[in-house]
């Protein structure tokens, strides 16, 4: 089973500024996720990624495969996206069907 | 497209009651799994499906069932209640297996929050 810890577990930013978001997990993978849970509850996929760099507006993620982390920045960060920022694997090395090991999450608040 | 629909959204169980949560999604994937979220925890995996007619254990099963009989439908079943099954739960789907390549995104259903008293 894969282990996945998330740094930090909270983060308060000013508006505009550069976040960034850390992921390790213990055992190699072929993809990992980056999700975002509003408020309000809902969880949405933000990206998967085997290796380099993903864009997507403002959001970018990174993974090294070597070290076995996963970065997600936010530039020019605003208030929408206050949210927690949640990273997964697949439960068993190498992938599966097994459904994903999730990191418990990093709440974000970004004030105007 | 619906996406992925739960439903309830909020139901409160009294302890030896017994309830299903429903699942639905109308984007013709075959993989389905239901989670559950618990404050300050991750979510964690319950039962999973790889197409109908076909259904696994997860990582906390016990005390609840599954059925897949169609490819869009993967009710939750939860039998005798219990305070511990109080929780947010989860169902999403995706085309193909979560390590499976990086074009199949999970699409998640909006939650159930749960309460047993």
């Known amino acids: 089973k894969n282990e996945v810890e998330q740094s930090p577990q909270n983060l308060t930013a000013q508006e505009g500024e550069f976040i960034t978001i850390n992921c390790s997990y213990s055992?190699?993978?072929?993809?990992l996720h980056w999700l975002q849970q509003h408020p309000g509850g809902g969880i949405v996929s933000l990206f998967m990624?085997?290796?380099g760099k993903k864009k997507h507006g403002r959001l970018i993620a990174t993974i090294n495969i070597q070290e076995k982390h996963s970065s997600l920045h936010i530039t020019a960060s605003h208030p929408r996206d206050s949210a927690v920022y949640i990273c997964?694997?697949?439960?068993?090395?190498?992938?599966?069907?097994?459904?994903?090991?999730f990191g418990k999450g990093t709440h974000l608040i970004i004030q105007p | 497209n619906a996406g992925v629909t739960q439903t309830p959204k909020f139901r409160i169980l009294k302890i030896g009651q017994s309830m299903t949560l429903q699942c639905t999604q109308d984007?013709?994937?075959?993989?389905m799994y239901w989670y559950r979220q618990d404050p300050g925890m991750g979510l964690k995996l319950i039962y999973y499906?790889?197409?109908?007619?076909?259904?696994d254990k997860g990582e906390v099963p016990n005390g609840y069932n599954v059925s897949r009989s169609t490819t869009e439908d993967f009710p939750l079943r939860l039998e005798l209640a219990a305070p511990s099954q109080t929780s947010v739960y989860f169902c999403?789907?995706?085309?193909?297996?979560?390590?499976?390549?990086?074009?199949?995104?999970?699409?998640f259903g909006n939650g159930t929050r749960l309460t047993v008293t």
């Open positions: 997964a694997v697949p439960g068993r090395s190498g992938g599966g069907a097994d459904g994903l090991t």
């Open positions: 055992v190699g993978i072929s993809a």
């Open positions: 999403a789907s995706s085309y193909s297996g979560p390590g499976q390549g990086t074009n199949s995104p999970l699409h």
């Open positions: 990624l085997s290796s």
């Open positions: 499906s790889v197409g109908a007619g076909i259904t």
């Open positions: 984007m013709n994937h075959n993989y």
